[in-house]
């Protein structure tokens, strides 16, 4: 049954999409799919904490086409041209031979006062930037509790990283693996030292075999 959403850029949107979402990883089916990427390039930012269904989507989809297209975007933005028509009808209001100098040429005494103003401003605090990470960890053999081997990596908690959605998904044999996600803030939490000094380390690789990094995207 085809599902409708509208308004995604308004809270009232963003609440049918919430409640759509409780309990799933995704809009159709258990697998990313083209119902996904048409409701993800509707939403234009990830919701907030009031929508944690729809965030945690957003993530996920946002991991998944990080993977598909890694050139680096530039930001593009679109706005209705008639917003600008008033603008530019004032602009052409204006009297060209108007006297009013607006752009004069700039004093030696104006270049040693922007100078001091510029040195007195208090050095701009660089903000850490954030990634969302999805990771496949892979148990020992199809014995392995997969509940236990969730519950330990879970378990693992440090400043800076915050664990998201997982599913398991099967790899062949009876053998199915821990699909998860995470944000971590990138001055804070090292992927490498997470993977190869913590859940590849005792008590955690009682249950797991290997951890890959599927998708790695830029917050």
């Given at each position: 049954m085809a599902v409708t959403f509208s308004d995604l850029h308004a809270a009232e949107g963003l609440k049918a999409l919430e409640a759509h979402l409780a309990g799933k990883t995704y809009i159709s089916g258990d697998v990313i799919s083209k119902d996904d990427?048409?409701?993800?390039?509707?939403?234009?930012?990830?919701?907030?904490?009031?929508?944690?269904?729809?965030?945690?989507?957003?993530?996920?989809?946002?991991a998944a086409t990080a993977s598909r297209f890694p050139g680096k975007a530039a930001g593009v933005s679109a706005s209705a041209p008639a917003a600008a028509a008033p603008a530019a009808e004032s602009a052409m209001d204006v009297d060209d031979d108007d006297d009013l100098d607006l752009f004069g040429d700039e004093t030696e005494?104006?270049?040693?006062?922007?100078a001091e103003r510029a040195a007195a401003k208090p050095a701009k605090k660089k903000e850490s930037g954030k990634s969302s990470v999805l990771m496949d960890i892979k148990p020992w053999d199809d014995e392995t509790d997969m509940k236990k081997l969730e519950e330990s990596v879970r378990s693992v908690q440090m400043e800076g990283l915050t664990w998201g959605a997982s599913k398991l998904v099967a790899v062949g044999y009876g053998i199915k693996k821990l699909q998860i996600m995470m944000?971590?803030?990138?001055?804070?939490?090292?992927?490498?030292?997470?993977?190869?000094?913590?859940?590849?380390?005792?008590?955690?690789?009682?249950?797991?075999?290997?951890?890959?990094?599927?998708?790695?995207?830029?917050?």
């Open positions: 990427i048409k409701v993800f390039a509707a939403v234009p930012t990830k919701p907030g904490a009031e929508f944690p269904n729809a965030a945690r989507w957003y993530d996920t989809i946002a005494e104006d270049k040693a006062a922007a944000t971590i803030i990138d001055d804070l939490v090292s992927v490498d030292t997470l993977v190869e000094e913590v859940l590849q380390e005792p008590p955690h690789n009682e249950y797991i075999q290997s951890c890959d990094i599927v998708a790695f995207n830029k917050i």
